[in-house]
């Protein structure tokens, strides 16, 4: 039997009937081959795109390329579970469960939950693979709590969350959101909130996320689109780690992305995160992401706006930039698609942040320090991406599809 990536425990108090309180995920122990991978499977995308030429619909981004030439993925929609790249590459959702059909898209009551509605299939104990009956807007009166192996899958329908509380994925494991609309999400809280069949709790005041990941392990977030939220678009915090974000479509946000708690938060030392083929849009201004401790990937992504910098971080975070499209602002003091925080140069310039393969445009610049600043770095490293010219390419279906039943995606 394989194992997956990075092992977790789940510690849980079964006796007092409460859900987990804490998942502990060990380290991919040699990140660089997991950056190996991905870039393998873009490579082989890209050459199975040319080997067919005009006969293929492929567009060598092997997310896609795994599951939208199907006409038939309406039938197949689990077999999306297994076309993840990168840390989160092992986030199998539902994909082992049932098929859950939202059929209300009401939310009067976070405790109980009606069958039928987005949170009650959430919180439910075993696997479920969850999917929309129709075109819906959820107005979600509290944080949608997830419970473990679950998938949302919005393909075929538009489906968006948004004008309250967004989606919560704490301390539980194996979550993949895909295809959804996520936007205008605000604050909530000071409320009991059910996180399980078997218990429900009392919620302090939330930050308004678009997808908030606290202590979550195994987790896909592809396909979606997120705008204009109370504080990130996707932030993953308090020791997340194996988490793939992976052709989103981004904009209109101030703080767009937070991966790592605190400085002192030393846990997410083991954060490992992938941001593959995102597009980073109109009215973005910094945390494209902004990282803490653990090591990014991030590969292939097209950068179109910034006010302040793209990516940022502080306390020593690995860094690994490749292949992206980053236009800077007319801001002349804005160029920089870098940005240390809260230390001097002194102790950044041991940070390991490097640059392969970026495409810089309109005076952008990426500031490489430690061993991506070395020039051993790219005689050691045996890493490619696909060119950032053919970013555009590769970013092109980033966000939420239009997905016709019967015919591919």
Same mark, same amino acid.
């Given at each position: ?7 977790c ?7 007092l ?26 490579r ?8 067919l030429?005009?006969l ?10 795994? !599951?939208?030439?199907?006409?038939? !993925? ?6 999306l ?19 859950y ?35 819906m ?12 192996f ?12 948004? $004008? ?23 604050r ?12 429900? $709790? !009392?919620?302090t ?46 904009t209109?946000?101030n703080?767009?992305m ?9 846990r ?20 494209m992401?902004?990282?803490r ?19 940022? $971080? ?24 870098t ?8 102790? +950044?310039?041991? !940070?390991? +942040? ?15 320090? $430690?061993?991506g ?15 950032s010219s053919?970013?555009?390419s ?12 019967g015919?591919?995606?």
């Open positions: 039997m394989a194992i997956p990536a990075s092992l425990a789940l510690l849980i108090l079964p006796l009937g409460i859900a987990p309180t804490f998942i502990s995920c060990s380290p991919v122990l040699d990140p660089d081959q997991v950056v190996q991978q991905v870039n393998q499977s873009i082989n995308a890209t050459m199975a795109r040319r080997n030429g005009f293929s619909c492929g567009t060598a981004n092997p997310i896609d390329d795994c !599951w939208r030439c199907d006409p038939h !993925w309406e039938k197949n929609r689990q077999r579970a297994d076309c993840a790249i990168g840390f989160g590459k092992h986030a199998i959702g539902g994909r082992d469960g049932k098929i059909v939202v059929t209300d898209p009401s939310d009067p009551d976070p405790v109980n939950p009606k069958p039928g509605t987005l949170r009650y299939g959430v919180i439910q104990e075993e696997p479920l693979w969850i999917i929309f009956a129709r075109d807007v959820i107005k979600l009166k509290e944080e949608l709590l997830m419970n473990s679950k998938t949302i899958d919005g393909r075929g329908v538009n489906v968006h969350i948004t $004008g309250g509380p967004c989606i919560t994925i704490q301390y539980v494991t194996n979550i993949i959101i895909h295809g959804i609309n996520i936007h205008d999400c605000k909530g809280g000071n409320a009991y909130v059910r996180d399980s069949p078997s218990h429900y $709790g !009392w919620r005041i939330s930050d308004g996320d678009g997808v908030s990941i606290f202590g979550g392990s195994h987790v896909w977030v592809d396909h979606c689109s997120l705008s204009n939220c109370n504080d990130g678009l996707i932030d993953a915090i308090h020791g997340s780690t194996a988490i793939t974000i992976s052709n989103n479509y981004m209109h946000h703080k767009v937070l991966l790592g708690h605190s400085d002192s938060y030393t997410d030392k083991n954060m490992q995160v992938t941001i593959a083929f995102n597009h980073f849009g109109e009215g973005l201004v910094q945390r992401p902004r990282c401790h653990g090591y990014f990937h991030v590969v292939n992504n097209d950068y179109m706006h910034w006010k302040m910098y793209a990516i940022g $971080g502080s306390a020593d975070p690995t860094i690994n930039s490749q292949g992206n499209r980053f236009l800077a602002p007319n801001d002349e003091n804005n160029k920089e698609v940005k240390r925080e809260d230390a001097p140069q002194s102790k +950044w310039k041991n !940070w390991n +942040w490097r640059s392969e393969g970026d495409l810089m445009l309109n005076g952008a610049f990426f500031t490489p320090s $430690g061993a600043a070395s020039s051993s770095y790219a005689k050691a490293s045996s890493l490619g991406a696909r060119p053919l970013v555009s590769l970013t092109a279906g980033a966000g939420a599809l239009v997905c016709k039943k015919s591919r995606c």
